[in-house]
């Protein structure tokens, strides 16, 4: 029998950035991530919290192999991420994808959203074009754009333009989406259509998930478990409900001060409203991992 999937470890993760200043002659370096390990089973939803500034989002580049650890390591799947650029990273990168706050600027204005997923797919894979046109339009369906692939970006709301991404994001079937502030420039009812979404398609596709953001209650809603940034340190790492309702640490207990204080019921009668009564229970990853 083959050995199950190991989904992402990262071990020891360092980036360091000069801090343009220069100290008794030498070049300042300040650690926007400073020695963080964790992993990502596949099928689980990780979020990462943490105040601007903490380190989420360049954690969150490492770990899509987007930008180079100054120490540390990320195997994904058992293998090490190649150099960015080199052949084998072109390989790596498919499997891996970022969707980022602003879909407006990841998009090309002059082409249909048809055209742009399908690009995607035929960058990867060689496909006769009616096969590649249809699995573009099997994607747009999913995240509930069948009748408008023709649209350009500037015919879509913001809502749909993200679904749009996601699905330039999803139709080359990764293992891994780490979703950067992917929901916040949305509105709230917009948010939780996008995270109802994502929840889907993750059962359907048994996607790995790091969902960063300012959010908690929308983390707290998404996440199997939940890690917490502070100075570029991972402060505390645990199952989503335990850290939320137990934090062990002084400045976790600060962060969730700042969520609306409501009851559990009210709270659970909030996410139902808001969510359709689906949440981070509704499926459990294929294997957890427990930090
Ligand atoms: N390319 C870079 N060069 C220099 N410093 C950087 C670079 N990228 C990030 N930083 C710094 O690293 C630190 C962490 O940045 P990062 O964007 O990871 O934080 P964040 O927690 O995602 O913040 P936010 O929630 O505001 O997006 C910040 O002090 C930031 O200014």
């Not at 079937?173 to 509105?187: I, Y």
């Not at 059962?203 to 939940?226: G, Q």
Request: proline fraction near 5%; hydrophobic fraction near 40%.
């Amino acid at each position: 029998m083959s050995e199950a999937p190991k989904g992402i470890v990262a071990t020891n993760l360092v980036r360091a950035y000069s801090s343009g200043r220069r100290l008794c002659g030498k070049a300042d370096a300040f650690r926007a991530v400073d020695g963080v390990s964790l992993t990502i089973a596949p099928g689980e939803t990780l979020g990462i919290v943490g105040e601007s500034g903490s380190g989420k989002s360049t954690l969150g580049r490492m770990i899509a192999g987007i930008e180079t650890p100054t120490s540390g390591a990320v195997t994904f799947w058992d293998e090490h991420y190649a150099g960015v650029g080199t052949p084998q990273w072109r390989r790596q990168r498919r499997h891996v994808q970022v969707v980022f706050q602003n879909p407006a600027a990841v998009v090309d204005p002059r082409w249909s959203i048809h055209a742009q997923v399908r690009e995607a797919l035929t960058t990867h894979e060689q496909l006769a074009p009616s096969e590649a046109d249809d699995r573009t339009q099997a994607m747009l369906a999913m995240v509930g754009l069948g009748t408008m692939g023709k649209r350009l970006p500037h015919q879509l709301s913001g809502g749909q333009l993200q679904r749009a991404v996601i699905a330039r994001a999803l139709v080359l079937n990764p293992r891994l989406v780490v979703c950067d502030e992917a929901v916040s420039a949305l509105d709230v009812s917009v948010q939780a259509q996008i995270i109802n979404m994502l929840l889907e398609l993750r059962e359907k596709l048994n996607l790995s998930l790091m969902f960063i953001s300012h959010d908690l209650s929308v983390v707290r809603h998404i996440s199997h478990r939940v890690g917490v940034m502070h100075a570029g340190k991972l402060l505390e790492i645990g199952d989503s409900t335990t850290l939320f309702d137990n934090p062990r640490h002084d400045y976790t207990r600060r962060l969730l001060a700042a969520i609306p204080a409501d009851s559990p019921r009210q709270r659970r009668q909030r996410d139902m409203k808001a969510f359709g009564g689906r949440g981070a229970a509704a499926a459990q990853p294929e294997h957890p991992v427990q930090s």
